[in-house]
């Protein structure tokens, strides 16, 4: 028998629903199960406010959608010796604990996007960002996610960026709401432009350096 103590569902738990609904401004198309939102985000482990750039929902939905690839999200990893135990690694991210899972009937499968870097700040020491596509069944929207290799930057690694229905031109609709993401940090931080493209899924080199010039202007020859 799995060792999973939580109860098996076709696709979200009742707090998962309650997370999305919100985030999504909808009613959760749910039975009434008593948990309101503060003690959903309490369940998914979403306690402290990240920066104002983002809320909790946004790091808690993007928590639900990217479960199924979470180890292949971008890592910060480093080695440390303590004198008593040895060498150990430090971790960027934390991984959910598998009992600590759902029993899902149904599993998502997130698209990725393109990876970016936003610098090499140190040898050895970048600032990735993996974004990535999922549809969302029950709700009906594709929903856009940013993952960073730690929690550095923000609080948490991952934020749910926006979402758009299926009626919408896939690459039109990501294209906007990453655009509006990285519009966001260059007026609350004046984030510079990243520095190049790590690897591309549905959206290719040229279509995100486009993206990058309506944000920041065209880079110079």
Same mark, same amino acid.
């Not at 999305?20 to 039975?31: I, Y």
């Given at each position: 028998m799995p060792s999973n103590s939580l109860p098996a569902v076709t696709l979200f738990t009742p707090a998962e629903h309650e997370i999305? =609904?919100?985030?999504?401004?909808?009613?959760?198309?749910?039975?009434p199960s008593g948990v309101d939102l503060e003690t959903s985000l309490a369940q998914l482990g979403i306690i402290a406010k990240p920066s104002n750039l983002y809320t909790r929902e946004d790091a808690a939905v993007a928590r639900i959608l990217l479960e199924s690839v979470e180890r292949r999200l971008p890592q910060w990893a480093a080695l440390y010796f303590l004198p008593a135990k040895g060498t150990k690694i430090r971790l960027g991210r934390n991984y959910r604990d598998p009992d600590g899972k759902p029993l899902r009937k149904v599993s998502l499968v997130p698209r990725h996007l393109f990876t970016i870097n936003w610098a090499d700040s140190a040898p050895g020491l970048s600032w990735p960002v993996q974004y990535n596509l999922i549809w969302?069944?029950?709700?009906?929207?594709?929903?856009?996610?940013?993952?960073?290799?730690?929690?550095? =930057?923000?609080?948490?690694?991952?934020? =749910?960026?926006?979402?758009?229905?299926?009626?919408?031109?896939?690459?039109? =609709?990501?294209g906007r709401i990453i655009r509006a993401d990285w519009a966001g940090m260059n007026a609350a931080y004046e984030q510079e432009r990243w520095q190049y493209l790590l690897d591309n899924g549905l959206i290719n080199q040229a279509t995100a350096e486009s993206w990058a010039d309506e944000v920041w202007g065209e880079e110079l020859p």
């Open positions: 999305l =609904a919100t985030w999504l401004s909808l009613d959760p198309d749910t039975e969302v069944p029950h709700y009906e929207r594709f929903v856009v996610t940013s993952s960073a290799d730690s929690t550095d =930057a923000f609080g948490y690694c991952d934020f =749910a960026l926006g979402h758009f229905s299926g009626d919408e031109p896939i690459e039109v =609709a990501v």
